[in-house]
């Protein structure tokens, strides 16, 4: 558990990162290879990314909450330029970015790459799975194609 991390020290890990009161936690559960959302405790209702009230009731009772990390590609973008990001190159290709919608519920989107998949064949409506990257050193949650559907 990274809970002790103070916030200075957790910041450290994700300099690529703003970090605020709503999404500290959520980074460090990461660095536990923890993926979890914000469910809230009234309506049960999960959202993402972390807000400070339930955007569906208003209420402040939220906990995050680990899910599946299972959904499928609702939008998919192939970027051939972009920011300087750790393990991209786009010398080598297009880099996927992929918005997962998360099984868990309706609407519950994830952005984040795919891996172990040639970025041409990923496909909008495509199972993916969980598979946690490196990124500047510490944990990022990914996607991969998901067998048996
Ligand atoms: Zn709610």
Same mark, same amino acid.
């Given at each position: 558990m990274n809970e002790q991390l103070d &916030?200075?020290?957790?910041?450290?890990?994700? *300099?690529?990162?703003?970090?605020d009161h709503d999404t500290k936690n959520l980074f460090r559960a990461w660095l $536990? !290879? !923890?993926?979890? %959302?914000?469910?809230? &405790? $009234?309506?049960?209702?999960y959202h993402h990314p972390p807000k400070p009230v339930c955007p569906a009731c208003w209420s402040s009772a939220l906990t995050l909450t680990p899910?599946?990390?299972?959904?499928?590609? =609702?939008?998919?973008? @192939? @970027? =051939?330029q972009g920011a300087p990001a750790p393990g991209v190159d786009y010398g080598k290709g297009p =880099? *996927?970015?992929v918005t997962v919608e @998360? #099984?868990?519920q309706e609407h519950l989107r994830f952005t984040s790459t795919v891996v172990d998949c040639p970025? #041409? &064949?990923v496909r909008i409506g495509m199972p993916l799975e969980?598979?946690? %990257? $490196?990124?500047y050193g510490?944990?990022?949650p990914a996607f991969r194609p998901r067998e048996n559907g």
């Open positions: &916030d200075t020290a957790l910041s450290q890990r994700f *300099p690529w990162v703003r970090l $536990d !290879r !923890r993926f979890v %959302i914000t469910r809230c &405790d $009234d309506c049960r209702r899910v599946s990390g299972r959904g499928t590609a =609702h939008l998919v973008m @192939l @970027l =051939h =880099h *996927p970015v @998360l #099984e868990e970025p #041409e &064949d969980l598979v946690w %990257i $490196d990124r510490a944990p990022f």
